[in-house]
């Protein structure tokens, strides 16, 4: 039973070790980055970027150096420098000693692994001894930390108590064989210890952390809230507790101004759509109807100029005689006619040749409506299509903000092409400390060594929850797992795992690069 809670604390030992190293790569590298801008940015950040009271306070010695030196920007480009790399120091040692205890840790862990489950009592008490030796090593590497603080130190307060860690009764570490209250004690000791070093690391990294978000933009924020708070003065003078009726009236507008935008491009389009293409036969008995309509006057006027030949000509035309042949005979006898206007039109044929006419002008205008009318009906589904498009932009406006709002989660964790692109820099990082750490055995400096396979680790820890939930959903995570517990394997060489790192980005589906290109 103990030694089931022996593999308990160990997984709690490797938890908390993570935690604590994400948490200070993460400070870490916002101040490397902060380190490599320019001194005019290191300037802004010293002044606009730590929270007011710094704002106030830099901004006053800032005008006093400028009075009595003139060289005020330099000095203050001086100070950001001093400031960031005092952090990046102490960040950095604490990355180190904990990068290297977690290779130690996991290297023993690897070791005594095999014999934990074969012969679980005898090897046991030896791990326990291990672990205990090894936090002994880390207080001696950050213990010191606290004490560290320069005279000119940017660091507000006081640094936390020294790192004194328990530690095994030397009479159990000689003992071969414990008793279950023995590594219980033990193990309880392990635990103090882990809370002490969580306790130690956050003090002394919060003091050293990156601002937090409010602090960083506060005058973002502030000029938000002026801004905010003008809008609501506005918004008081203009509402019914002043007194006025703006408010009411400005309301009334947009929603008689929304029922309108419905109406108009949403409402009706969607009705004329649904009209087209579900009443195509009410529609074409009424189009049937109007040609008959024009055939009437066509065959009205066929009769009135076949009755004018006729009478004109003095002889009988077929009833299929062509309109274009009869209405030349009636413009000549018109033309005629208009010789002597008033006699022919009392007595002559030329009011019989102007109702002719009359009734051919007839024809052609409701010719030119029919076709017109076919014209409006064929592209009436385009007109409500045209109609609806202000909503569908909307519409379309709308589902891309939701949509990146959705998407708005940019960790490895995340969706879309800036999370992919995060989880592949993951492997990169992989691949880079494991280069890093045969560089260090190449050159025989075992400790740095240590120190890059621990960041392999925390890496690996990274992408191992980065690309879980991923891997799951398209069945790849068996594979992909087994894959990133061999590359954890301290006994397996550089080459056999950068050609697996290699492997992963080519073949596991959430490791690809994105086929979307933005």
């Known amino acids: 039973m103990e030694a089931s809670r022996v593999f308990d604390v160990l997984e709690d030992i490797l938890e908390h070790l993570f935690l604590n190293l994400h948490n200070i790569q993460k400070n870490l590298q916002f101040w490397q980055s902060r380190a490599e801008e320019s001194n005019a940015r290191k300037a802004y950040f010293m002044i606009f970027e730590r929270g007011p009271r710094a704002f106030i306070t830099r901004t006053v010695q800032f005008i006093r150096e400028s009075v009595a030196q003139g060289s005020s920007l330099q000095l203050l480009s001086q100070s950001a420098s001093a400031h960031i790399s005092e952090r990046i120091t102490i960040l950095t040692s604490l990355r180190y000693s904990l990068a290297t205890f977690l ?103 919060s003091k050293h952390r990156k601002p937090r978000k409010l602090t960083l933009y506060w005058i973002h924020y502030t000029c938000g809230a002026v801004g905010l708070s003008v809008c609501s003065v506005w918004l008081l003078r203009h509402s019914s507790l002043m007194g006025s009726n703006d408010i009411e009236n400005w309301v009334r507008e947009a929603r ?190 075992e400790k740095d060594a240590q120190c890059m396979f621990g960041m392999v680790l925390y890496s690996l820890d990274r992408l191992y929850r980065a690309v879980e939930r991923h891997a799951k959903a398209t069945g790849e995570w068996l594979c992909l797992r087994q894959d990133i517990v061999e590359l954890a394997k301290p006994g397996l060489d550089t080459a056999s795992k950068l050609i697996l790192t290699a492997r992963m980005e080519r073949v596991y589906d959430c490791l690809l690069p994105s086929l979307k290109r933005q």
Not at 144 to 163: E, I, K, N
Not at 176 to 204: M, P
Not at 351 to 371: C, G, N, P
């Open 103 to 205: 290779a130690q840790v996991h290297i023993d862990i690897d070791k005594f692994g095999e014999e934990l489950v074969n012969d679980p009592e005898k090897s046991l008490s030896s791990l326990l001894v291990t672990i205990n030796g090894l936090f002994s090593k880390l207080e001696a590497a950050i213990g010191h930390l606290h004490a560290t603080r320069q005279s000119d130190s940017s660091v507000d307060g006081s640094y936390s108590f020294p790192l004194v860690f328990e530690k095994l009764p030397d009479v159990n570490q000689e003992g071969s064989q414990w008793t279950d209250c023995e590594i219980r004690d033990a193990i309880n000791l392990i635990y103090q210890n882990l809370y002490k070093l969580d306790s130690y690391l956050s003090i002394l990294v």
């Open 256 to 445: 008689d101004s929304t029922i309108t935008f419905w109406n108009d491009h949403v409402e009706q389009p969607i009705l004329s759509i649904r009209d087209e293409l579900f009443e195509t036969f009410r529609k074409r008995h009424r189009s049937v109807m109007e040609l008959e309509d024009v055939q009437l006057t066509a065959n009205s006027l066929h009769r009135m100029l076949l009755t004018f030949s006729e009478q004109t000509q003095g002889q009988k035309f077929p009833e299929h005689a062509s309109d274009q042949q009869m209405l030349e005979i009636v413009m000549a006898r018109y033309e005629k006619e208009l010789m002597h206007p008033i006699q022919n039109l009392l007595k002559g044929e030329l009011a019989h040749a102007l109702l002719i006419q009359i009734q051919k002008l007839k024809l052609d205008i409701e010719t030119a409506m029919l076709e017109l009318n076919q014209i409006l009906r064929a592209n009436e589904i385009n007109f409500a299509i045209l109609a609806a498009l202000p909503a569908f932009f909307v519409s379309l406006l709308l589902i891309m903000l939701v949509r990146a709002w959705v998407k708005q989660d940019t960790r490895a964790e995340g969706r879309g092409r800036v999370a992919r692109i995060q989880r592949r820099l993951l492997v990169v990082e992989v691949e880079k400390w494991i280069m890093q750490y045969q560089t260090c055995m190449n050159q025989g400096k």
